[in-house]
């Protein structure tokens, strides 16, 4: 069986329209701009209606014509929405509520699920925004212990 994507507008789309019917989605997420709190390739999005958004909610957005992103809330301006990667250094996107599709319910991974709507989640999502200038060398560490963990793995 050969296994085809869709392309972004399509699947943002049918995501749009399930949402709007009050069903939740759950997508396979790609990339690393959402580490360390989502990794790309390993851990699954629950995504719903984006009711009531605020500074802090992980988005499934439209930036452009035909892009799409699953980036955090970082800021409300008068002219629309501020979004940015967790992974991300430096770098946001800029959209108005209009173009928002969804928002990130839960985050499954292989060993957890995390509520985006927990205290503790929320709490370590501001911490993690607040550490921004130290966010290089964290995310490196990260890196780091990830690439011992496979060595050790690969070994054994």
Not at 3 to 27: D, S, Y
Not at 124 to 145: C, D, E, I, K, M
Request: positive net charge; contains cysteine.
């Amino acid at each position: 069986m050969i296994k085809k994507e869709k392309p972004a507008i399509l699947l943002a789309e049918e995501i749009h329209h399930l949402v709007m019917e009050g069903r939740t989605v759950e997508i396979k997420a790609r990339g690393s701009s959402m580490r360390p709190f989502i990794q790309g390739g390993r851990d699954s999005i629950v995504l719903g209606p984006a009711h009531g958004i605020r500074t802090g909610d992980i988005l499934l957005c439209r930036i452009a014509q035909k892009d799409y992103v699953i980036h955090r809330l970082v800021r409300k301006e008068e002219d629309g929405l501020i979004l940015m990667g967790d992974g991300n250094l430096k770098g946001t996107e800029h959209c108005t509520a209009d173009k928002v599709v969804a928002k990130a319910i839960r985050i499954v991974g292989r060993k957890r699920t995390l509520s985006c709507d927990s205290p503790c989640f929320r709490f370590l999502s501001f911490l993690w925004w607040r550490l921004l200038p130290v966010r290089r060398y964290l995310l490196g560490l990260l890196r780091a212990v990830e690439k011992v963990k496979d060595i050790i793995i690969k070994a054994s």
